[in-house]
């Protein structure tokens, strides 16, 4: 699944989105491009629950 968040600006943003996503789910899969602040994660949660963990760390998705 792919998320778009604007809020993504820095080395540490990466960061902070990569360790909400594996807190929801610590084998999930997680690839971010800050240049388009695309986000792409292979889990098996749901959408919601990913969502939510990234509105959580301060990240909310488009």
Request: aromatic content about 4%; glycine content about 4%.
């Amino acid at each position: 699944m792919e998320f778009n968040v604007p809020a993504m600006s820095c080395g540490h943003c990466v960061s902070a989105v990569t360790n909400a996503v594996k807190q929801a789910d610590p084998d999930a899969q997680v690839s971010v491009d800050l240049d388009t602040k695309k986000v792409t994660v292979q889990t098996t949660q749901d959408r919601e629950t990913v969502a939510a963990a990234l509105a959580e760390a301060g990240y909310p998705v488009q």
